[in-house]
Nanobody, 123 residues
Framework: QVQLVESGGGSVQAGGSLRLSCAAS?????MAWFRQAPGKEREGVAV????????DYVDSVKGRFTISQDKRKNTVYLQMNSLKPEDTAMYYC???????????????????WGQGTQVTVSS
């Protein structure tokens, strides 16, 4: 069983930046960030393959968000720049111990989830 602990959410004005952190209690192959706005489905935002640091992003955040890792700390970060009001959501860290050959941003691909951290962007 892997525990995920998130931190770093908050409120910011449009155009601002926030950095989220997610610490895992054990080794996992993929770590990802998802978000869920009120009344909407949970969507994948960014994913990282921890073995080599390869990443993938949903189109709406490309060029603004960066997912990275500190392997020594088993921690993944989501640097969010140029934030927009539509980025407002609860952000969740997710992880899987399953190795695979392709990235996935499907909720069902991840067995472990953090508690969530709120990000609010005001216009």
């Amino acid at each position: 069983q892997v525990q995920l602990v998130e931190s770093g959410g908050g409120s910011v004005q449009a155009g601002g930046s926030l950095r989220l952190s997610c610490a895992a209690s054990g080794y996992v192959y993929f770590m990802a960030w998802f978000r869920q706005a009120p009344g909407k489905e949970r969507e994948g935002v960014a994913v990282i393959y921890t073995r080599n640091g390869l990443t993938d992003y949903v189109d709406s955040v490309k060029g603004r968000f960066t997912i990275s890792q500190d392997k020594r700390k088993n921690t993944v970060y989501l640097q969010m720049n140029s934030l927009k009001p539509e980025d407002t959501a609860m952000y969740y860290c997710a992880a899987t111990e399953r190795d695979r050959s392709v990235f996935s941003m499907a909720v069902g691909s991840y067995a472990y989830w953090g508690q969530g951290t709120q990000v609010t962007v005001s216009s």
